[in-house]
């Protein structure tokens, strides 16, 4: 599991299954102006998650800033599969305004609101990806977004926190 963002030690951590959030997040040492309040600290970690712990101000919706790198991540969580889903990877976790995507969100789950609410991507995107998946079925990893037309390594790189493949 990885664990990143508002921490003292970020990395990756070694947890037993049916650990969850808030003892990886226990293990990363959150600083002063860690927001816990965006993560679902209740949440069961999953192989090949990681957590993203946003700072105070960091917001999980498109209205404030998604918490993009630079104003960092959005709500947390986990991500699994993604590896780098937050984290951005699996569970969704945060919290936000009401209907806000919580991410990272699943690709194979998503709806075209919630792929929207992506960096980079817009609605012909979010159809894109929406009927790569119709097509071909379930993403395996998330870095099978780079088969969708119109996403390639600089779009993946800016979406890739943001989402997972449970």
Known sequence: MHVAGAVEKPGVYRMKKGQRVYEAV????????????????????????KVYVPKKGESPT????????????????LGSGSGSGSGPGGGGTGAGAPGAPVFPIDINTANQQELE??????????????????RYGPFQRTEDLKEVPGIGDKTYAKIAPYVTVR
């Open 26 to 49: 226990q293990e990363a040492t959150p600083l002063e102006d860690a927001d816990l309040d965006l993560l679902n600290l209740a949440e069961v970690l999953r192989d090949s998650q």
């Open 117 to 134: 609410a992506l960096p980079g991507v817009g609605p012909v995107l979010a159809s894109a990806i929406i009927e790569r998946r119709s």
């Open 62 to 77: 498109y209205g404030g800033s998604l918490g993009y790198p630079g104003s960092g991540p959005p709500t947390s969580g």
